[in-house]
């Protein structure tokens, strides 16, 4: 593969990755409401730091830890408890949500929204399984270009994320205009029980992980 085709390849698929529900959308919807359309890419930022490691990680030969059943497991539960504190806070903050407030406070905390895309990225476990094996496939094609092939595949990766939280944020902001606080709190609540959903899926991946590896 050739420089283009390796960043071209890297974006559609991360593309289509991004596209799929998860924590992250679901915490990208519901920082958008309150934050604006900053929310997204700020998220990203973080997301994309660990990330950055990840193919770092990766480059060392760390897949086969990474993709190991205990690792996964350990993975899911802890992912498992961030979400349910994460939905915790949402649901705790829901009476004195209001559209007006969170406008006036749309530029503070943006470093808890850079903090929140490592820890929702952490805590998803198919994260870590895409990355020691589509990620892992993609790196070890893109080494044999060198450096600037492993640059071409995350600038395509990161991109396609990028664009396409940066899109939902505007578009959930521009949405803000048709809403009222009760309508406000009731997408944050849907928001929460969303990631109490994904907590739960996570923690029997974990349960059924940890227990197929110990048999």
Known sequence: MNLGLILISSFVIALSG???PGPLLTAT?????ARGP?????LMVGHGALEIL??????FGLAPLLSAESVVGAVSLVGAAVLVWLAYGMVKSLPALSLAAEAGSSALGRGNIVI??????????????WWATIGLNYILSAKALGTAGIAAF????????????????????????LLNDRAYRGIIAACAAALACFAVLFLVNGIEKLSGGAA
């Not at 995350?154 to 205009?177: E, K, M, N, P, W």
């Open 154 to 177: 995350f600038t395509g990766h990161i991109l396609a994320d990028i664009a396409f939280y940066t899109a939902v944020s505007i578009g959930v902001h521009q949405g803000r205009g």
């Open 54 to 59: 990840m193919v770092a990680a990766l480059c």
């Open 29 to 33: 919807i519901g920082q958008s409401l």
């Open 18 to 20: 991004a596209m799929m």
């Open 38 to 42: 900053w929310a997204g890419p700020l």
């Open 116 to 129: 929140s895309g490592v820890l929702l990225s952490l805590a998803n476990p198919y994260w870590t399984v």
